[in-house]
């Protein structure tokens, strides 16, 4: 039997409503540990936002050039929201391997470990609503969209189905912050 990778190369998937952290949490995680996690850059059709970068927080991409991309089966997973398309691209995720020796660890096993899967979820719509706003990078009709869908992710987190190991609340930020490292990290930290 092939030996199971250490947990620390195991890939980490962190969903969660928009507006819930998770660039919140990954931009802190990575500051505070420069260079140890690898990052897949999905594609998107909306727009860029003040700050970022092609090639960064997101391959920013043509509708067309999108579902050119569907079509030639370069996703891993796929997603329309609202009016927007969002995925991971094959290419993003060999990307990730390139750099890092956890990375390449987790591409070179035998038996490609499964990821871990963590939801992170805002402490209540309310206060996502209220996030969405405050962050001020959404016109009002996508801040409703982001809403509903948000009401439809956190029902499902909840359900058996869902491949989540964890929900995490966050709701202070530092505490929400260490569960998640706590998560991720482990005792490796
Ligand atoms: N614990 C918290 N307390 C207060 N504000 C928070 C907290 N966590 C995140 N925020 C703020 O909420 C807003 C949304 O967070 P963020 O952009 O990280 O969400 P996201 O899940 O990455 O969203 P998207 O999926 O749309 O990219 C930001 O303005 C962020 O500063």
Known sequence: MAPTAPANTRPIVISGPSGSGKSTML?????????KFGFSVSHTTRAPRAGEENGREYHFVTKEEFLDLVDKKGFVEHAKFGSNHYGTSIKAIEDITKKGQGVKQVANHPTFPRPRFLFLSPPSKEILEQRLRGRGTDREEAILERLKQAEAEMDFAKTPE??????????DLDKAYQEVKDFIVGADS
């Open 162 to 171: 869902s491949p989540h190991e964890k929900i995490i609340v966050n709701d």
């Open 27 to 35: 931009n802190r995680l990575f500051k505070e540990y420069p260079g």
